[in-house]
């Protein structure tokens, strides 16, 4: 079982920056796919993020490509993301998943496993 837990949300303004960070339980990390989701009210889950347990490949929705960046932070065997010049549109609850049964990552959030309570993202304008 693996429970990721996210932290780092908050109100910030549009652009500013802002941090999430996701850990895990023991090692588990290095068997999963790592990824970020986002939900807005009234929208559905979408992806953001995703790092590879394979390798440290990063992949990005278009929406975010050039502002987010999500890396491994092995000392403290987590995943971050870390967001830039952010906007209204990026207000969400942020969650952390892990896929660990897929070879490849999938975008689509139905397909993976283990997810996170979610941390609110707002910016305001």
């Known amino acids: 079982q693996v429970q990721p837990v996210e932290s780092g949300g908050g109100l910030v303004q549009a652009g500013d920056s802002l941090r999430l960070s996701c850990t895990a339980s023991?090692?588990?990390?290095?068997?999963?796919?790592v990824g970020w989701f986002r939900q807005a009210p009234g929208k559905e889950r979408e992806f953001v993020a995703a790092?590879?347990?394979?390798?440290?490949?990063?992949y990005y929705a278009d929406s975010v490509k050039g502002r987010f960046t999500i890396f491994k932070d092995k000392v403290n065997n987590a995943v971050d993301l870390q967001m830039n010049s952010l906007e209204p549109e990026d207000t969400a609850v942020y969650y952390c998943?892990?896929?660990?049964?897929?070879?490849?990552?999938?975008?689509?959030?139905?397909?993976?496993?283990?997810w996170g309570q979610g941390t609110q993202v707002t910016v305001s304008s």
């Open positions: 998943a892990c896929n660990n049964k897929r070879l490849y990552i999938d975008y689509d959030w139905h397909t993976w496993d283990y």
């Open positions: 790092v590879s347990r394979n390798n440290d490949d990063a």
């Open positions: 023991g090692r588990v990390f290095s068997n999963c796919h």
